[in-house]
């Protein structure tokens, strides 16, 4: 937890939902609200102006969803913690959602304390999911960590032998962003070395276009 006041940014197109969370959080003393918008699109635009270290981010919004908001803001700023805010608490919606590169699912409809502590989670580098919600992030199959859409593409293209440099360029992110999807491709696979990256890619049919769809 950082020493200063834990800031949060609030995305929800939904303006009394949004303006009633943001009271609540003002409330603490040691939360500051550094903006609110309405779809995910603007939060991608401020996000690095405002440096938040936690965004509270609804799922169902106009023009940029809550999913699409959350793969990219992960990918460009993967030291910010998404913390999902929604009223959906079906389990597919829960494990979407954290393979889309969330940090933690709340619902809206949990107490201030609880949304309160599912921020500090998050901000401390956590995980945190709502009350139930632990059933619905089930291994694959082969034991492993579910890999996210742009996992997956990483993978493809290291399999194939591009450089971080070349996965970066044709996808039009970062070098440093490149090594972390590679990192944490690595982690959730339980392999250690590029050459085992490939192995993997080519036994689970990656490289045909196959497979890996979780």
């Known amino acids: 937890m950082p020493d ?5 940014l609030i995305v929800d197109d939904h303006a009394m939902v949004a303006d009633g ?3 609540l959080l003002e409330s603490y003393e040691d939360i500051e609200v550094v903006g609110l918008f309405r779809d995910g699109q603007e939060a991608i635009d401020n996000c690095g102006a405002l440096g938040p270290d936690v965004i509270l ?5 106009p023009r940029l969803n809550g999913l699409q908001a959350t793969e990219i803001l992960r990918e460009r700023y993967p030291d910010i913690a998404v913390l999902i805010l929604s009223m959906h608490d079906a389990p597919e919606y829960v494990a979407t959602a954290m393979r889309h590169g ?5 619902l809206k409809d949990q107490p201030t304390e609880e949304i309160r502590r599912a921020i500090d989670v998050v901000c401390a580098g956590g995980r945190y ?3 139930g919600a632990e059933e619905a992030l089930e291994p694959s199959q082969d034991g492993t960590e579910p890999l996210t859409s742009r996992e997956q ?9 591009q450089s971080n440099k070349a996965v970066a360029h044709k996808l039009d992110i970062s070098v440093r962003t490149v090594e972390t999807h590679r990192k944490n491709l690595k982690r959730k696979l339980g392999i250690s070395t590029t050459a085992g990256l490939t192995r993997y890619a080519m036994e689970h049919g990656v490289l045909q276009g196959t497979g890996l769809n979780g």
């Open 4 to 8: 200063r006041p834990v800031r949060v």
């Open 21 to 23: 969370i943001r009271a």
């Open 57 to 61: 981010l609804d799922l169902n919004m």
């Open 102 to 106: 969330a940090a933690g699912y709340c």
């Open 129 to 131: 999911l709502c009350p």
């Open 153 to 161: 593409t990483i993978l493809l293209l290291l399999a194939q032998g």
